[in-house]
């Protein structure tokens, strides 16, 4: 989302429609935090008139309320920053994240009979929120809230193909590659060059790179309210180039339908 259109985020276009009968200064409250974390978390007040088009008196008022719930803090460069309570808020909505995945990844495995996972980039890794098994004896297992390396894996190469290349090389930098197989991908040009080609095809392939023997296809969930793959691993002798034609296009309607659950209202 950018932060220059007044009408980009959810509590803004609820705002246009009238609020649906919400209250609307808790709607435009919800609306600056999203603005001010498509801003990068860190903003001065100016910066959210224009992008809002609210009068800077009202958002002054707002603010205020922000900072003395801890949802906001001020900087002492006088600007305002995301405040430590919504770390916790987050970290909630995260578990629930999976737990409102699961009814998709299950018609994922019943449409592959290939297990199904969601992940999300968090910080330099990548958390695995859910999973739904294969009913094959012989399948694949991650734990859930297991941290892996995005690098060598599906999920990861998935959510860093929509990261700028420099961000991507800063990341690569920081955690290292290490070889989690013979197969990972270690070169962070060669690495950069993958992103690219997942960035075309509109999906990635972890082939024996995280596991000897295991094959994963991941694709992004467009429009989540934070960045999330899902993908399906098991056998390569199961996910085979020829399974793959037929899989991808499961993988991405569930993807979107997923899109589409998590952007409706409650």
Request: contains cysteine; proline residues 6%.
């Amino acid at each position: 989302m950018s932060s220059s259109s007044s009408a980009n985020t959810p509590s803004a276009t609820r705002a246009a429609n009238g609020g649906a009968g919400g209250v609307q200064s808790l709607e435009r409250a919800f609306d600056l935090l999203e603005r001010m974390a498509d801003a990068g978390g860190e903003v001065g007040l100016s910066e959210l008139s224009a992008s809002s088009g609210l009068p800077l008196p009202t958002i002054h008022r707002l603010m205020r309320t922000l900072v003395s719930c801890g949802y906001v803090r001020q900087q002492p460069n006088r600007r305002y920053a995301l405040g430590p309570r919504l770390i916790r808020l987050g970290e909630s909505a995260s578990r629930l994240l999976g737990t409102w995945a699961r009814p998709y990844l299950a018609e994922l495995v019943e449409a592959t009979g290939e297990t199904a996972n969601m992940a999300l980039l968090d910080g330099d890794e990548v958390v695995y929120v859910a999973q739904v098994p294969s009913r094959h004896s012989m399948r694949m297992f991650t734990e859930v809230g297991r941290r892996v390396l995005p690098h060598s894996t599906g999920v990861g190469k998935a959510l860093l193909a929509d990261v700028p290349a420099d961000e991507v090389r800063a990341l690569l930098a920081r955690t290292g590659m290490p070889a989690a197989t013979e197969k990972t991908i270690t070169d962070p040009d060669a690495f950069v060059a993958e992103l690219e080609r997942i960035r075309a095809a509109g999906y990635a392939v972890d082939d024996s790179e995280q596991e000897i023997g295991v094959r994963c296809l991941a694709v992004t969930v467009p429009d989540s309210p934070t960045a999330a793959a899902i993908s399906i691993s098991g056998p390569a002798g199961r996910v085979t180039e020829a399974a793959q034609e037929r899989i991808i296009p499961v993988l991405r309607d569930i993807a979107r339908q997923l899109s589409v659950a998590l952007a409706r209202p409650a």
